[in-house]
């Protein structure tokens, strides 16, 4: 602050971020420059808020000569992915976590612990990011000379298939094509829909997506500020009419989207299971059937 940098003027964000997310913001009016500081690795306002044990992250730091602390490459590569999905929807972020974790690979992905990669994933409710995002980046983003991966992550097949996989990536490259000429804003209202519904998808939790049905009815104060950022205002009762009049309940077209997609995936794999399991026991009927009748025949 003694360089010239202030709080963020609305109070009401500067309190949502600090009590629900672990961050605040640091503006410097001049320099037109913004600063982060976080203490929690935390999902955003649209997500809730499931965080990473901080006791073991900074357990498994180290210090920098001159410097300060800096993460682990396993902590530093988790923190990018989650909050790329729980914080940023796939979007301005995207290319940018693509391009640090190509470095991190090439520079260090053989050393890094995979495994523990893999089990915080799955703690802090985000394989199914982490999958996304891996298809996204070995399919979209890598050439012949970066690794894949995939390869580092074996286990996370499971987490999602690649159906999922590919319509997720769809949706994520529309936004992507369409920031490289902003004067066309043709999607409007559905691009806002796409992001909520591609949170949905990357939830882990059935119960999480339920309770993302459940507040966005009547998001609490800290999600209403979150959810309506742009909205510099104190005034509660604005920022929530604002949130149900522009346009109404924004947030359900997108919740019934993402719902409706992996309902039909999750329906479409059952149907498939079933018939497997049917034609299976036709196939295994048909063929004692027909022992049955070679040894009639022989005797």
Request: overall charge positive.
């Amino acid at each position: 602050m003694a360089a010239g940098f202030r709080l963020h003027p609305c109070k009401a964000l500067h309190d949502a971020r600090v009590n629900y997310v672990g961050q605040t913001e640091f503006r410097h009016p001049d320099l037109r420059m913004l600063v982060d500081v976080n203490w929690l690795f935390t999902g955003n306002g649209g997500i809730g808020k499931v965080s990473q044990d901080m006791a073991l992250v900074w357990s498994r730091a180290r210090h920098v000569e001159g410097a300060e602390w800096r993460l682990s490459h396993e902590d530093e590569f988790l923190n990018l992915i989650r909050h790329l999905g729980h914080g940023h929807d796939f979007d301005t972020g995207m290319l940018q976590v693509c391009v640090d974790v190509a470095a991190m690979l090439r520079l260090c992905g053989s050393e890094m612990d995979w495994d523990y990669v893999y089990e915080q994933a799955e703690v802090c409710e985000f394989l199914r990011i982490l999958r996304f995002f891996s298809y996204f980046f070995d399919e979209y983003y890598r050439d012949e000379t970066m690794p894949h991966l995939g390869d580092f992550l074996p286990r996370l097949r499971v987490s999602a298939t690649d159906r999922e996989c590919r319509l997720f990536s769809r949706i994520v490259l529309l936004p992507l094509l369409r920031r490289t000429s902003p004067r066309k804003a043709a999607f409007g209202v559905f691009y806002g829909n796409y992001r909520v519904a591609a949170k949905l998808w990357a939830l882990d939790r059935f119960t999480r997506m339920l309770r993302m049905l459940a507040w966005a009815a009547w998001p609490s104060r800290h999600q209403l500020v979150m959810i309506t950022l742009e909205y510099h205002t104190e005034s509660f009762w604005k920022r929530r009419l604002r949130y149900y009049l522009n346009p109404l309940l924004p947030g359900l077209p997108g919740l019934f989207v993402g719902a409706t997609a992996r309902t039909f995936l999750q329906f479409s794999r059952a149907v498939r299971k079933l018939r497997e399991f049917v034609l299976g026991d036709t196939a295994s009927a048909e063929s004692a059937l027909r022992k049955k009748g070679e040894g009639r025949d022989v005797s």
